[in-house]
């Protein structure tokens, strides 16, 4: 029996968003999935010989991501790996039953592992930052840490992505210390997690509408501005052509160059609250 165990204010989250239940296949090997305001990513040709999950959701939608993958893929399908952006409640809150279910490894930034073993909670969100209905109620949000025990290990320290080979990991952090994003050159595919988003994530009726629109990192569980900064500028100088995202639909093509650009080089303007304890730290 395994004694893998969520935090102790894991619960079901009550947000929805309009595109919550509807999948895309952004390319022929991606697929994007809208969690209730989350997105999860199936990363892998339906007729391939294999793929991989990245990010788990949020808490008690174990039974809606396995008959994703079981669509995708036929009926007792499952990853090769799950690979986790970072370990915020929901990116992660479904993880313990999909490992129980397939049996698969886990892959995190090694900076990421104290919230997904048990060691540490993660900073509290901030409530006070500038921002709207979702900043305010930020601290009814699970933030205390999973427990994987030996079922997470670190990413591979030169930068290779477990399991596909065509991607490099990019250390992006600023939402959390060990967020990640996934890059593949070769067609400029960009798995961004939460570094930056395209929908306003802070804005209940822009979380529930799906407005498009290229936003920093959420506002309430950001904590180091300067860090994200500098990840959104390491993003935009790669060769992105398709973005997919934790929160918000997929970008292509001059959208996402141009929405890129701009944010990266007006990240104060756009990004940072004007007030909020962690901002004002970096100030």
Not at 35 to 64: C, M, T, W, Y
Not at 103 to 127: F, I, M, N, S, W
Not at 157 to 183: C, K, M, N
Not at 214 to 234: C, F, L, M, N, Q
């Amino acid at each position: 029996m395994s004694s893998m165990q969520y935090g102790s204010d894991y619960k079901k989250v009550p947000a929805l968003s309009k595109d919550s239940g509807k999948g895309a296949e952004v390319l022929p090997d991606v697929y994007t999935y809208t969690n209730q305001i989350v997105n999860i990513h199936l990363v892998g040709r339906p007729e391939g010989d294999g793929f991989v999950l990245v990010d788990a959701g949020l808490p008690d939608s174990a039974e809606k991501i396995i008959k994703v993958v079981e669509e995708r893929f036929g009926e007792g399908a499952k990853p090769e790996a799950i690979i986790l952006t970072h370990g915020h409640f929901d990116h992660v809150g479904s993880i313990i039953e999909l490992i129980e279910e397939w049996q698969v490894p886990v892959y995190a930034h090694k900076l990421e592992l104290p919230y997904l073993t048990g060691r540490a909670p993660y900073p509290e969100p901030d409530p006070t930052v500038e921002g709207g209905m979702m900043a305010k109620t930020a601290g009814m949000f699970p933030r205390e840490p999973i427990d994987l025990e030996n079922h997470i290990e670190a990413l591979p320290a030169d930068g290779r992505v477990p399991h596909l080979p065509d991607f490099e990991w990019i250390h992006t952090p600023g939402h959390t210390d060990g967020h990640v994003s996934f890059y593949r050159a070769s067609d400029g595919l960009l798995i961004v997690g939460d570094a930056f988003v395209t929908v306003q994530q802070d804005s209940l009726y822009k979380v529930m509408t799906q407005k498009k629109e290229i936003h920093g990192p959420p506002v309430y569980y950001t904590t180091d501005w300067g860090a994200a900064r500098a990840s959104v500028e390491k993003l935009a100088s790669t060769d992105a052509k398709t973005a997919v995202f934790g929160h918000g639909q997929p970008l292509k093509g001059e959208e996402l160059r141009e929405g890129l650009d701009h944010l990266a080089r007006n990240f104060d303007d756009i990004a940072l609250p004007a007030h909020g304890k962690y901002v004002d730290d970096d100030k």
